[in-house]
């Protein structure tokens, strides 16, 4: 069979779905039909209908496309019967029901973001930064009953540079995965449908990688400077990374600030035990100890707004204040008077 011949339905829905899609459509491969989530409300009101990324590229090349509400509705399920599929793809769609993924006769395979079977999830990129991974990838797999367990077909690793936000290293996957997909298409046309896979070794996962909600952005300044900083730039520039910027006066309200790049100084915060909350603050630390600062204190030096961590000062360089739009630390610092007089929480 030529690649041609090959009767393919394709599942995504976000931007990093449209690059395997792309290369699909562009290099010849016979995509019947798209499968996508319904269009999602947005505005004030709710009243505006966006189409998903992959929708859009598909209705601007002329595919069909399915948006069920429900993988099991048995009108969608018919439709889908009628394409025929000898093969499915699913690159950040959800997870399907054995209806589903075991209709073609070639099965159905997943381009996961990860190096499988580490950060199995929602958000696997995220994640691997967040952690401070140096090294991800991605992998295509056949699906089975379980989310991100099924067979490994292939893997293609990439480093993740120590400065790279998850911006640059979703990009970069989402090629990289692109690629990896017409490979694995190609296997399976060469193969018959039989293309070789091994299982994945459960004992090899030891991170997850779960869907990431507003709560799981918030930044723990007790923690060291290199763990905020993987943090902040796992999450950046989507959903970004927030805090509370907190006036040491008790009477006046915090208000939110999202960070969106910090910079690793070396420069300590002492080391020694945290100031105490107590009133009387040189009581809490004793004459052999360094004497350490809070957690979440704000200085300006040198037109560099500066936060402390539980071992380092962290340089703040891009920020948005309630309100405003995304700058840098150093324009900030133009109308942010006293920033001694604040704490991050």
């Known amino acids: 069979m030529e690649k041609k011949n090959l009767r393919i339905v394709f599942m995504g829905t976000p931007e990093f779905a449209v690059g395997s899609l792309q290369r699909l459509v562009e290099n010849g491969y016979n995509v019947v039909a798209i499968v996508t989530q319904p269009d999602k409300p947005v ?3 709710a009243s505006v209908l966006r189409p998903s990324p992959v929708k859009e590229y598909a ?4 595919l069909p496309v399915l948006q ?3 993988m099991k509705d048995e009108h969608f399920l018919d439709e889908l019967r009628s394409y025929h599929a000898d093969l499915q793809v699913v690159v950040a769609f959800r997870m399907l029901p054995e209806v589903v993924w075991a209709m073609p006769r070639f099965g159905t395979f997943n381009v996961h973001a990860a190096l499988l079977p580490d950060y199995r999830g929602a958000a696997p990129i995220n994640w691997a930064v967040i952690n401070g991974e140096t090294l991800t990838g991605v992998t295509t797999f056949f699906l089975d009953h379980d989310i991100d367990t099924g067979r490994i077909i292939a893997q293609r690793q990439f480093p993740i540079p120590d400065d790279a936000d998850v911006e ?4 970069a996957l989402m090629q990289l995965g692109a690629q990896l997909c017409t490979e694995t298409v190609d296997l399976v046309l060469s193969t018959d449908g039989n293309a070789p896979s091994q299982p994945q070794q459960d004992s090899d996962a030891h991170h997850a990688a779960p869907k990431i909600f507003k709560e799981t952005c918030a930044i723990d300044f007790s923690l060291t400077a290199k763990r905020i900083y993987d943090f902040v730039r796992g999450l950046s520039p989507v959903p970004g990374a927030w805090c509370l910027l907190t006036p040491r006066d008790a009477n006046a309200p915090a208000q939110v600030l999202k960070i969106y790049k910090t910079a690793k100084t070396g420069e300590s915060t002492a080391g020694g ?12 630390n004793t004459h052999d100890q360094p004497t350490s600062v809070e957690v979440g204190t704000l200085k300006a030096e040198n037109r560099r707004l500066l936060v402390a961590t539980v071992d380092e000062w962290l340089e703040i360089l891009e920020l948005q204040p309630a309100g405003k739009k995304r ?5 900030y610092l133009n109308g942010f008077q006293h920033p001694e007089h604040f704490l991050l929480k």
């Not at 209705?59 to 002329?62: Q, R, S």
């Not at 640059?168 to 990009?171: A, E, G, K």
């Open 168 to 171: 640059y290293v979703y990009d």
């Open 327 to 331: 700058m840098a630390a150093r324009d």
């Open 59 to 62: 209705l601007a090349h002329g």
């Open 68 to 70: 069920p509400l429900k």
């Open 273 to 284: 035990a945290l100031v105490s909350s107590a009133p009387d603050h040189k009581a809490a």
């Open 43 to 45: 505005g004030r009101h």
